[in-house]
């Protein structure tokens, strides 16, 4: 070995040396009110006694503010020494019992409510608890648990029970018919995190469904009375990519749905029905952000009144109405821009302009129906939300959404609690 040659080696194990990240000697969390520390250390990657990784403390940063118990997250490094480091959370949390009050009117004219109350940090240990009564001519109510880290920092479940019962209008050609639906289910998922950005949720869903004829058209080969047992097997997978500041978002995320229903009647066979909604949200200036929600979904193509994809006020279609028509599959866009109109402390008043797009395939009909001009519709319009940055998806929104195509007569005003999408 020349000398050359041993002082380059030399110069490089120095530089090596010198430069090696610090140790993490200790992890703290601050800020902490309510959720356990026990909790975020299963959230977070980083370990004591590994050596500092700042990529992996930005992941840990947007993985601990996508809690709902958290409405914002930082971090801060001290040196200890040369070899050792400190790194401190910080931690600002949410309000995480949330009461939840909707008025609203059904498909016969009805003043309808619903009262529920959720906790989406019981017990601080991100664990989502809570349910619902409502009453909109008939009797609902239901309960939901869901702890994604029952077991392990990647392994939880959930539970829900529903006993929901309303009005609904069931199509025949140019035709409807009001029926009670009632749906009483029991769902049991297991909850898997794979990764930072992949999830998978998978179970059975065991429901009783039952049709009661109440008013309308009717036809000779649509029952007036259905009584059916099922099992849904199901299947969801999220591509999450991201980042939340307070009421801004951006990033792309992915759910794809898959359930397959088994059941034994002459009126309905087995059918699968799957949609995929992909996300995506870009930060325009200090005050804007575009939001997207791209929605394709399809059924087993059956020529029955019971088909599973819906237009509706607080599905799909801004202004469309309640319920006003059925297919056995769906394509929607929902596209808006929000932006910051006044800011003060907790409180946010946010503007937004959004179009709504969709087409869907006819009961019994062919992938053609998606560009027929009679099953396209267009809904643009106007609204606001009323936001607090301390309670979790706190956010009251009113929008007005008004039809442009020919076949999109109608408009009309969409309350609810959570953004549109």
């Not at 920092?153 to 006993?163: E, K, S, V, W, Y």
Request: charged share 20%; aromatic share 18%; glycine share 8%.
């Amino acid at each position: 070995m020349n000398k050359l040659t041993f002082l380059f080696i030399t110069i490089f194990c120095a530089a090596s040396l010198f430069s090696q990240a610090p140790t993490i000697s200790d992890i703290n969390f601050e800020g902490l009110k309510r959720t356990k520390e026990k909790i975020l250390f299963r959230v977070v990657e980083v370990e004591k006694d590994e050596e500092l990784n700042l990529s992996k403390l930005e992941k840990d940063i947007i993985q601990l503010k996508r809690l709902p118990a958290i409405s914002h997250a930082y971090y801060k490094i001290k040196n200890v020494n040369d070899t050792k480091c400190i790194v401190t959370f910080f931690i600002e949390e949410n309000f995480t019992v949330i009461p939840e009050v909707n008025l609203w009117t059904t498909t016969n004219k009805r003043l309808a409510y619903k009262l529920g109350v959720y906790d989406y940090n019981f017990l601080g240990r991100n664990i989502g608890i809570g349910g619902f009564y409502q009453q909109n001519g008939f009797d609902s109510y239901g309960f939901n648990f869901r702890a994604p880290m029952l077991f392990s920092r990647t392994m939880g479940i959930a539970f829900n029970h529903q006993n929901w019962s309303s009005e609904e209008p069931l199509y025949f050609g140019d035709n409807s018919a009001n029926y009670k639906y009632q749906n009483i289910s029991y769902e049991l998922l297991l909850l898997c995190r794979i990764n930072f950005k992949h999830t998978i949720d998978f179970g059975v869903n065991l429901f009783n469904e039952k049709y009661t004829y109440l008013s309308g058209h009717t036809m000779d080969d649509v029952p007036q009375q259905l009584d059916l047992n099922k099992k849904l097997l199901k299947f969801v997978y999220t591509y999450d990519d991201l980042n939340y500041f307070y009421h801004y978002v951006e990033g792309f995320k992915s759910q794809l749905y898959g359930q397959y229903v088994t059941t034994i009647n002459e009126y309905q066979n087995d059918f699968f029905i799957a949609w995929n909604d992909a996300f995506y949200f870009k930060r325009i200036g200090e005050k804007g952000n575009w939001a997207n929600r791209l929605r394709i979904g399809l059924s087993t193509n059956e020529e029955s009144p019971f088909a599973p994809f819906a237009l509706d006020n607080n599905v799909n279609l801004r202004g469309v109405g309640i319920l006003v028509d059925r297919g056995t599959g769906s394509i929607v866009w929902n596209t808006e821009y929000r932006h910051t109109l006044y800011e003060k402390n907790w409180f946010v008043l946010q503007g937004n302009v959004f179009t709504d797009f969709g087409t869907w395939r006819t009961p019994g009909g062919s992938l053609k129906d998606f560009v027929k001009s009679e099953n396209v519709r267009v809904y643009s319009g106007v609204g606001l939300r009323f936001i607090s940055k301390k309670i979790f998806n706190a956010v009251f929104r009113i929008d007005y959404g008004y039809g442009v195509t020919p076949n999109s007569s109608s408009s009309g005003l969409v309350f609810g609690i959570g953004q549109y999408f």
